[in-house]
């Protein structure tokens, strides 16, 4: 005869199995996510169950300071506006400069037959609030796929290159600062045209200019642009500045420490840039071309950030 | 220990409400998602409430509540997914394992233990970063899970208050 514990005893399984269930289900996910990215459309449809709650989240910030910005007193905006008028006017005349440049250039670029810079399309979004992931450096801003945002638009601010869409949810998307540490970002030294791979430095918050020959021509101060190489960037956006040289005879590359140029800790307004660009395809790889591995290369790109392969 | 000592809380709550452990945890997510200015000092909220309610009601707040958070913090953050699931379930299974013993405890010891716990679910967090490549981000980590059990007997006296009887002016009542 068979005796069964009466109904309040049932607790469901042990906790330790409930654990293990869970902990290996975790894991399936963590493996999933991180080795073959197939975790994607789960994570936007959760990102859209939790989108409510980080719009709840960051009102009240945003009203106290609509309200703050309401009650500013009369000299402050007075001293604002006056710096604004100053900055309008630096800005409009390297602006008529710029234009006078430009119409040059395409003259001279039409003349020599090279390909017409196409024009830069951007979006503005403002920066949501910081990803609380001490371990990569990102920020969530308030415009999505909705509003025809792309994976891998570069993300600019009013002083440089601030990093890279690396995530695009329907409603907010992802950016990958410069400083994380798997980000990496083609430069062009501004001085003597200098061409190299800037690295995130992780907590730092500085950038890195990895592989340069320790009697590479760069110095203190230097300041470091897109070179628009990889096709992503637009040319010319300024990234960093170089900050620390440390040239070691023990060592075949210098260490180089760049502080960016961008407010990359700081939220505020940013704008997306999107271009479609006409690039000509990469050539082809030595290995497919031999026809080992037809058509098969591996993706190494992690977290969509900027592909050191693109400067080859 | 003398005959007769009782847990912390002499009083006999009510019973608790679904509601209210909803209402926790969508506050707590919502704390999560402030935009912080100095990330490194603010605790974990959905950590601390989970491991309120896997102490005090094991059996209605357990492994799969906390495997869901972890779902969302971890979308909402932008990190792996899986990561906080993992660190969430782990904390719940030894907020549960812990909780006959915290409730003996004074408010303070009771911060301790939770110390640990929350200290335990970071160090889960960490080991997972540093396995997919990421590098040490200093110290300031174990910040956050010491901040969340100095903020223990506070976040335990608010969460208790809808299951507190009505102050009755009745001196002939038992209880």
Known sequence: MEHSPPPFFKRGPAPLVRLAFFASL?????????????????????????????????????????????????????????????????????????????AEATQLRRLVGAAERLPVESTPAEVLYNGRDPYSKKVVIDRGAQHGLKLGS???????????????????????????????????????????????????????????????????????????????????????????????????????????????DAGGFVLVLSQDAKRS???EDAAARAGKRPGKRKPRRKDGAGDPDAVR | MQFGDMPTEQRILLPVRASTILGSFAVALLLNFLPWRNIAVVPDFVALALAFWCVRQPRLVGLG??????????????????????????????????????LWFSLWGQSLHVAAILMFAQAVGLAVRLATGADFPGWSVAIGPLVGAALWPVVSSLLLIPQRHPAEPDPTRPL
Request: net charge neutral; proline share 4%.
């Open chain 1, 26 to 102: 975790s894991f399936a996910l963590l493996v999933l996510d991180a080795r073959f990215r197939y975790a994607e459309g789960l994570r936007s449809v959760l990102a859209l169950a939790v989108y409510p709650l980080q719009v709840v989240a960051t009102a009240p910030v945003l009203l106290a300071e609509r309200i703050s910005a309401y009650f500013g007193s009369q000299s402050q905006l007075k001293e604002e506006n006056t710096a604004l008028r100053t900055r309008l006017l630096e800005a409009s005349l390297s602006a008529q400069r710029e234009e006078a440049a430009r």
């Open chain 1, 154 to 264: 570069p993300v600019v601010d009013e002083a440089g290159v601030l990093g890279q869409v690396t995530r695009v949810h329907a409603m907010v998307a992802e950016v990958t600062l410069v400083t994380d540490k798997d980000q990496a970002i083609p430069v062009q030294v501004l001085r003597n045209g200098l061409r190299a791979v800037a690295f995130g430095g992780g907590a730092s918050g500085m950038l890195e200019l990895r592989f340069m020959a320790a009697n590479a021509e760069i110095q203190n101060g230097d300041r470091l642009v897109t070179s628009g190489i990889d096709g992503t960037y637009p040319p010319g956006l300024p990234v960093a500045s170089v900050s620390k040289i440390e040239r070691d005879a023990a060592y075949a590359f210098a260490r180089i420490a760049c502080q960016p140029a961008a407010g990359v």
């Open chain 1, 281 to 283: 395809a990469y050539p």
């Open chain 2, 65 to 102: 509540a906390a495997w869901c958070l972890g779902l969302a913090t971890d979308v909402g953050n932008g990190v792996l997914l899986g990561q906080h699931a993992l660190a969430y379930s782990l904390l719940a299974f030894s907020a549960i394992t812990l909780s006959r013993r915290i």
